[in-house]
């Protein structure tokens, strides 16, 4: 029992959270700023002025030249990040957001070179192949969970490597494009490419991963389904209690997960430059900073999302800071680092327990 | 250590822990309000008061794990500070957990002198000795216990000895104790008092933490009650009576034995035949329990913790899997169905542990008063929960139970015990389930709402409904129960109307002696 009545009395030594402390709210901006401190530190420390590269940073990520590189950059990492926080938010963990990223790529890929529907609706097919595949993959890490007493954390994550292993192979072999020696595919037949807006650089898949938002934020918030999730989470032991299928429950939100995942990877591969390329869903860490950002707000759909833009922007305008200021872009990521880690230890002060019990 | 003052003179008590104007203050909450508590050599001093009275903070105040934000400790007559219970070891104080804080793979003699442990030249343990001391301690105690026996081998009751044992070994010459018996047959607990009035008899002080009216009347010398983090008062044992403590605790008269009038059994709602659930090891948890719930009817089953009872309710709920026998629920067979399949044919549930199991402690108040409900009455158009609904459903729970709460948007785990417990019950009964299986219904709840989660139990019994009670409080089984059952090792072993289950007899049936 974790009440606050006067019978509850925390173990010696712990100091008491302080009142800012004690809201979710609270423990966040202590960590994002503690975060901005250290980064300042660090800064000064390379021997840069921390508010040019502060400004730096922000016309990096804002500036009119760079926003549609931002905009293109938040796609995939709000969308990994709504993907990665549904299973949170049941209080489990995806961690094979990159394979099932891969596979709906891959998904979309197979669908889109191959397809004899005409090239609107070989759009919309590879978008769903994309999205099975992806939700497939993950509800069979599930099953491992649920049937074969492997831990989701593992069988998530091992699951992870043989996909990506697999869409490296073909696109090096089967699939490879033959006027190139890069290990890339051949590039999607004209017009089968998702359509973009404005000034052509934002694919209209950014709408497409906020409509997954907001349909994340309504179930969460109004639908029986979102409720058993938020319980899961809350409380495994009371949702058994209360009747909720806990096995049926994590292949279905492994499924959404990956789904969305998957669709994500989709929606990339059906945009600029129209091809896979092996490792580029990778690389940029769309998954794990999708996974920072999930964490970060607890799984909450508006403050995921909220964070996602906010490590996406910070990553992006990274490149600005480091070409005028010559300080090196991995600062963000320590940046972003610290704010994972005080919000770990800081959430473990407001839980008011040692260790586990 | 040996003090030769056996002369246990307790009209004159001579102070050895002097606490003054203990105020503890936690957020939102006045824990401690300005408490004194006095202690003298030789005395068993009962702390009582309701949950949330302050008992605890108080204990552990005393215990040096919890700093007060103002008061002062004289102990042995000098001003002192104690920063932290090794301090409070270090003084002299011990204390006894609620919760062992045993190593269950070590003997009886590792366990006693872990901390304190004798050395031989170069710093090595000296088994020998520790054995030897221990023996020593426990002849000299009359403990009864083998100081070469592996802890996990032992029963609950002789686990706590062991406990005393190391405080002992420490040298403490102040004894807390927490609630310890709840874990206790009659029987035990018998045996505990014995060695603490020997205890006491020694020169030794021990600070009895319980809300057990029972227990203070049979062993303390004196009694400080608190209430709301005040102290009431402070008796002598002799000279009061459990009307007086009972008054002292919640500021009322209380009747303190209600029986309520009998039900009107009708048709069988839950028949349980041969129904065996593993255990840990080959020995079944459950031993092929038979029984009938009829409506109208409350049975009650009465056990020590650890006798079975735990493990039959959860095969009958659907949270663990039987091994063999059947459970029929209005004459369908359930014995292998999920939990929700049971709830939607008629079963509700009130689980021992509100905390973990009938509640999400960090979930707000609406959102778990809505489980159960939330695929059917509160779907509003299209399928949608409408937080409305849940508001509304919720505040009907909350005024229907007296839940004292800010609003329906608090987290469960903020409301003190008892409202909790109102909460969960509540939600429970508002199913109007044709079966209600409540476990532990009123453990650790003041008696104010222990008296109205009474009352609410017979009025469903009335109803029509069929409700299998399983209680450790003997005086709840016998308050409420039509049939009385009595699980020990694993089975029932006795089977009694109302008018026929003494007390005396199902304390013996829950000890083993008889039938």
Partial sequence: ?357 | MTNTDNGTNHTTPRPVVRLRGITVRYPGVLANDGVDLDLAAGEIHALMGENGAGKSTLASVLYGARRPDTGTLDLFGAPTRLASPADAIAAGIGMVHQHFMLFPGLTVAENVVYGAEPLHRFGVVDRAAARRAVADLVRRYGLDLDPDALVRDLPVGVRQRVEILKLLHRGARVLILDEPTAVLTPGEADRLFTVLRGLAAEGRAVLLVTHKLGEVLAVSHRVTVLRDGRRTTVLRTEETTAGDLAAAMTGRDLDLDVVHPPGTPGEPVLEVRELTVAGRGTKPAVDAATFTVRAGEIVGIAGVAGNGQAELVAAVVGLRRARSGVVRLRGEEITHAPVADRRRRGLAYLPEDRGEVGAAGQASLADNLAAGFHRGPLLGRFGFLSPTALTRHARRIIDRFRVRTPDTRTPIAALSGGNQQKAVLGRELAHQAPLLVAEQPTRGVDIGAVQAIHAELVAYRDAGHAVLLVSAELSEIRGLSDRVLVCYDGRVVAEWDRDEATEHRIGLAMAGEAG
């Fill in chain 1, 1 to 357: 029992m974790t009440s606050r009545t006067a019978e509850a009395t925390p173990p010696a030594g712990t100091a008491r959270p302080s009142r800012l402390l004690r809201t979710r709210g609270g423990v966040v901006a202590l960590a994002v700023l503690t975060g901005v401190v250290v980064g300042t530190l660090v800064l000064a420390g390379t021997g840069t002025n921390p508010l040019t590269a502060y400004a730096a940073l922000a016309t990096g990520a804002f500036g009119p030249d760079n926003l549609p590189d931002t905009l293109s950059y938040v796609l995939p990492v709000l969308g990994m990040a709504t993907a990665l926080a549904i299973p949170l938010r049941a209080g489990m963990v995806n961690l094979g957001g990159e394979g099932q990223l891969v596979l709906g790529a891959v998904g979309a890929l197979v669908t889109g070179l191959f397809s004899p529907l005409p090239a609107p609706l070989t759009v919309v097919a590879a978008l769903l192949v994309g999205t099975l595949a992806g939700a497939s993959y993950a509800a069979l890490a599930a099953l491992c969970d649920s049937h074969l007493g492997v831990p989701l954390l593992v069988s998530s994550l091992l699951l992870s490597y043989p996909a990506i292993s697999f869409a490296s192979y073909l696109v090096r072999f089967p699939l490879a494009d033959p006027g190139s020696s890069l290990p890339q595919s051949e590039r999607l037949p004209a017009g089968v490419a998702l359509p973009t807006l404005g000034a052509g650089q934002i694919s209209v898949g950014l709408v497409a991963v906020l409509a997954v938002v907001a349909a994340y934020t309504v179930v969460d918030r109004r639908t029986p389904a979102g409720y058993e999730v938020r319980m899961t989470g809350l409380g495994a032991r009371f949702a058994s209690y209360a009747g909720i299928d806990r096995p049926r429950l994590t292949v279905r939100v492994l499924a959404a997960s990956g789904g969305i995942a998957g669709l994500v990877g989709a929606i990339l591969v059906l945009g600029f430059p129209f091809r896979f390329i092996d490792g580029a869903l990778i690389s940029p860490q769309y998954t794990w900073i999708g996974l920072m950002a999930a964490l970060l707000a607890a799984a909450h759909p508006v403050g995921t999302a909220v964070a996602a833009f906010f490590f996406a922007a910070l990553t992006s305008g990274a490149f600005e800071m480091e070409r005028i200021t010559q300080a090196p872009r991995e600062l963000t990521a320590i940046v972003q680092a610290l704010v994972i880690i005080v919000l770990a230890t800081s959430t473990g002060l407001l839980r008011g327990k040692g260790g586990p019990r």
